[in-house]
């Protein structure tokens, strides 16, 4: 209580600092207005109120505060700077005093203290991320603030400040009652411009209008100033920008002194006049007032201020008169250094082709020069005609004419060349023939003539660049010559020898000559040569022909320019080849000994036995000769067909026969060697599958056949025919089953197969071949009071088949592991366990699963928890299962069990088994059959089991007492059992009564 005391005592001590009520405007100086706030609403937690004197208006978790400032009384062309002043107070600050607030302007003003909801926020002014302390907060120079304010106060009367804050954080804003600590906005007015000044006052007469005078500058608070002219002689002025400029061109003897009035005004319309007084400079002008020529045209026109000019004449203009005009008559004026009168024309000025600089030059009375240049383009001739044109040979058609520019000229063959003489109309023209530049008047060099047209241009150059081109089509005859000058052959000679005018010639060869090449050479080099229709030049060797044995003929032909035809004929006789030779000698298994060689006719080869064919691939040396293998012609370089081999030597001929007929013989001796092959192809047995399936690697097989198969036949097949093959030691056929081979039950019965190739390599095979017993009888491991029996034992019986074991008397347990059991089940083999006295058969399909078992069998001779053990017939048994850990006392399939009874035993029919309920805790009756000195029964559970004689059963009725006396061993307890057992006996008497009734009233009757 005391804290809230003091909080509140602080914050009224605060607000008292902030009293001055800001009802209407305060001007605190000229340059400022301070405006206070008219109107503030608080928004809380979606309450609005006017309230917060004390406490402040709220930002900040949810809550914004409005102030409504009027703009009445504002000039709002003045403003230069708004200042919007709260002060702050907090509940709650982050670390390091930091906050933020930020502030909306809004042109809403129809709102008041009674209003429901705060103004609509309309534009984001300021985003303050942190006010440092508490206290006052400026916000100053932000250029949105003012500009806002600038709008706001041209378009309203009032101005809306929307405050918010942070959502986590509780800051207040001081309300409009309290004093110093009140809001208020200050606006900072511009300040009126005070002084304007000039750069220059002073200016050159004859300058031209526009020309700049100087820069003005004002003191002023506002960066904005316009400048205009107020009076004076303001017609001879202009202001552009900043920049005082001419609108006149002064002449210091009209006027030398001019007076204006400036003004500088801001841009809330404030200004500031101030007199200026512009001073004329005397100065005398050496400027041309005008400039013109005779022929041509200035460019660019005529400017006093431009001093240089072109102007562009006709080649037929030779001179030009220059007419200057001072600006000035006091000055003096000379063009090209000779002096002119103004106004007047200078003398001819004499024009070169191209460009001609003309001087003009003034100078003023105070000595002051100016030279303006003018450049005079005379143009060029553009003359470019012939005024004569001859030739050395033959004669223009048509004759010439300066204005004709085709002309046709015929020549002989026998004028190979054609000068040319052109003579120009203007000597300044340039002449060239065929691109060949010559001097007017003189022949042009000699020109080769081809046979047929040939164009010559004569080109005529202007000076002006003009071009004009005169044409002659010269036309030279063609050769009619078809004659060879030589004939040459690349091998033999040529007979008769050679001469031009003979045409047909013969030439013998040796058969090694496969081509000949001949070289023609022409007369006339105009002629053109062709051999065998093959065009080839004059005297160069023609492609090798192929030459044929025998006759080949070779026609030469020689064709004149003008078409004119002549033909040389070769008979080349090429003799036939002797050679009988192989180049090469293949075969596609083995190796030639020695390696081959043209020379030598005899070879041996060897080959392995699994060859059993060879082919030869001979190669003739020439082409011409042909060659056959064993008799049989085959193609030289391709393969014969494959040629049987013996085993053994097998001889083989290989005969070439040369194009004359000439025979050469190559011998192969091929050794084939006999057969190493000791395999088997294929293994058949007449039952059962071996195991794996045959395979020629691999030696040795597995097979099962049940016990009806006491024998077995077996069919081997070798891989070679020439292989010999022995089963059991019997010489057998391959292909062909074997006699009987006896197979012993319950045994592994090997059956040897060997097979002796040809040259007497030997290889085993096995068939290991298990016959199964319909009874195994197990041998058994004894450990301690558990015996086991091997997976052989087992693994050895058929289908449906019987595993039996014998257990000694002191042996209560039978283990049988998880794989064993696993072929019981899949066989479906009855399990037989005997002991003295006890025997039982149990299905192996009892066992739904393949884990391991052991059965127990022990034999019960007195028990506290078992009664009357003392009374059974026989042997009172326990019997157990564990399967996989788990108990088996159910069966799907039923139990036999089968106990022996003594000799002794008078009444045995009415033995029967019982086994001993723990529930009832009594005997149960199971079943009962006796056969050959056993009590045979059938169980689907296990338990104890025991023989009993049903005599020794004698009723109780319910509720009577059992006395016990020294007959009580002879007797049993009253069960389910000897109740019934009593039933009956009740029954039987009850028929004998009957019987005797019926006979009795039978003989009464009678």
């Not at 504002?74 to 509940?91: P, Q």
């Not at 105009?526 to 229709?533: E, I």
């Not at 060797?541 to 004929?569: F, P, R």
């Not at 049940?706 to 030691?729: C, H, M, R, W």
Request: proline share 3%; aromatic share 6%; glycine share 6%.
């Amino acid at each position: 209580m005391r804290k809230k005391v003091s909080i509140i005592m602080i914050a009224t001590l605060l607000f008292g600092l902030l009293n001055p009520i800001f009802s209407d405007s305060i001007v605190e100086a000229s340059e400022n207005v301070r405006l206070d706030v008219t109107h503030n609403l608080e928004y809380r937690n979606g309450n609005t109120s006017s309230t917060g004197l004390n406490n402040g208006l709220q930002i900040g978790r949810g809550s914004e505060t409005a102030l409504k400032f009027d703009l009445s009384t504002v000039d709002v062309n003045r403003i230069k700077d708004v200042e919007l002043r709260v002060y702050v107070s907090g509940s709650a600050l982050p670390p390091g005093g930091s906050s933020f607030i930020n502030v909306w302007g809004t042109d809403d003003d129809n709102w008041d203290e009674g209003s429901a909801s705060i103004p609509d926020k309309e534009q984001l002014l300021v985003e303050r991320d942190n006010i440092g302390s508490l206290g006052d907060v400026l916000f100053q120079g932000e250029s949105d603030l003012t500009n806002f304010i600038k709008r706001s106060a041209q378009e309203n009367e009032f101005v809306t400040f929307v405050f918010s804050g942070h959502n986590d954080l509780s800051l207040h804003i001081s309300h409009r009652d309290r004093g110093d600590r009140a809001p208020y906005l200050k606006i900072t007015y511009y300040e009126p411009p005070t002084d304007i000044s000039l750069t220059n006052h002073e200016i050159e007469e004859f300058q031209p209008s526009g020309t700049v005078v100087g820069s003005l500058s004002a003191d002023a608070d506002d960066d904005q100033i316009s400048y205009s002219l107020q009076s004076g002689d303001v017609s001879d002025f202009i202001i552009e920008g900043n920049e005082l400029r001419t609108a006149s061109e002064f002449d210091y003897e009209d006027q030398s002194t001019y007076d204006l009035t400036i003004r500088a005004m801001d841009s809330s319309g404030q200004y500031y006049d101030k007199n200026f007084q512009i001073d004329v400079n005397y100065t005398r002008s050496a400027d041309l007032e005008n400039l013109e020529l005779s022929e041509g045209t200035l460019n660019p026109d005529f400017d006093t201020n431009t001093l240089s000019y072109t102007a562009h004449v006709e080649n037929e203009m030779d001179s030009v008169q220059v007419i200057p005009t001072l600006r000035d008559t006091t000055s003096s004026l000379e063009v090209n250094g000779r002096s002119v009168i103004s106004g007047e024309a200078s003398e001819g000025l004499p024009l070169e082709v191209g460009e001609n600089p003309i001087t003009i030059e003034v100078t003023a009375q105070n000595g002051d020069e100016k030279t303006y240049t003018l450049t005079v383009d005379r143009a060029p001739s553009s003359n470019a005609d012939l005024s004569n044109l001859q030739i050395s040979e033959g004669e223009l058609d048509p004759e010439f004419d300066a204005e004709t520019t085709n002309y046709e000229v015929s020549v002989g063959n026998n004028t190979e060349t054609l000068a040319i003489t052109p003579t120009v109309d203007d000597e300044t023209a340039i002449v060239s023939v065929n691109g060949s530049e010559f001097p007017s008047g003189e022949a042009s060099e000699n020109l080769p003539l081809e046979v047929g047209e040939n164009a010559i241009t004569v080109e005529v150059t202007a000076q002006n660049g003009d071009e004009k081109t005169y044409t002659l089509t010269v036309d030279r005859a063609p050769s009619s010559n078809a004659d060879l000058s030589n004939l040459q052959i690349s091998e033999g000679e040529l007979d008769p020898d050679f001469d031009t005018a003979t045409s047909d010639y013969e030439v013998s060869v040796g058969n090694n000559t496969e081509t000949l090449a001949i070289t023609p050479t022409v007369d006339d080099e105009t002629a053109t040569v062709s051999v065998n229709g093959s065009e080839v030049p004059s005297g160069e060797a023609s492609e090798s022909m192929a030459l044929e044995v025998g006759e080949n003929l070779i026609t030469v032909e020689v064709t004149a320019q003008n078409g004119d035809e002549k033909t040389y004929t070769l008979t080349v006789d090429r003799a036939p080849s002797s050679n009988a030779d192989l180049s090469n000698l293949q075969i596609s298994e083995g190796e030639l000994d020695p390696d081959f060689d043209t020379a030598t006719t005899d070879y041996e080869v060897s080959v392995g036995n699994n060859t059993e064919t060879l082919a030869i691939t001979p190669t003739v040396e020439d082409e011409t000769a042909i060659v056959s293998v064993n008799g049989s012609e085959i193609p030289s370089g391709e393969a014969s067909e494959n040629l049987p081999l013996e085993v053994g030597k097998n001889p083989i001929t290989v005969e070439v026969t040369a194009q004359n007929g000439d025979k050469k013989t190559y011998t192969l001796t091929v050794d084939r060697a006999s057969s190493s092959n000791a395999d088997l192809s294929y293994l058949d047995v007449s039952e059962g599958t071996l195991q794996p399936d045959f395979q020629k690697d691999m030696k040795e097989y597995n097979m099962l056949v049940n016990y009806d198969v006491d024998y077995l036949q077996v069919t081997a097949f070798t891989d070679s025919d020439d292989a010999e093959l022995k089963i059991n030691g019997q010489t057998a056929l391959s292909g062909e089953g074997t006699d009987r081979i006896s197979l012993e039950a319950g045994a592994v019965n090997e059956v040897d197969i060997t097979v002796i190739a040809e040259d007497l390599t030997i290889q085993n095979y096995q068939i290991n071949v298990t016959r199964l017993l319909q009874r195994s009888v197990a041998a058994i491991e004894i450990d301690g009071q558990t015996a086991t029996v091997s997976d052989r034992d087992i693994m050895i019986i058929e289908e449906n088949g019987i595993l039996s074991i014998e257990l000694p008397e002191e042996i209560n347990h039978l283990q049988l592991s998880e794989d064993q059991i696993e072929y019981l089940i899949a066989q479906n083999i009855n399990i037989e366990i005997m002991k003295p006295g006890i025997k039982m058969s149990l299905p192996s399909s009892n066992f739904n699963t393949a884990l391991a078992v052991e059965i127990s069998i022990e034999k019960i001779e007195s028990s506290d928890s078992i009664d009357d053990i003392e009374l059974s017939a026989g042997t009172v048994y326990q019997f157990s299962i564990d399967h996989g850990g788990q108990i088996l006392d159910q069966f799907d399939y039923g139990v036999e069990l089968a106990f022996d009874i003594s000799d002794e035993e008078t009444n045995p029919e009415l033995l029967n088994v019982y086994y001993w309920n723990d529930e009832l805790r009594d005997w149960e009756y199971v079943d009962g059959e006796y056969n050959d000195g056993k009590i045979l029964a059938t169980t689907e559970h296990f338990s104890t089991f025991g023989v009993f004689n049903s005599s020794v059963f004698q009723e109780v009725d319910e509720g009577q007492e059992v006395e016990e006396d020294k007959d009580k061993e002879s007797t049993l307890p009253r069960t389910a059992s000897s109740t019934y057992n009593w039933l009956a006996i009740g029954a039987l008497l009850m028929l004998a009564g009957l019987c005797m009734i019926l006979y009795r009233r039978y003989k009464i009757m009678k």
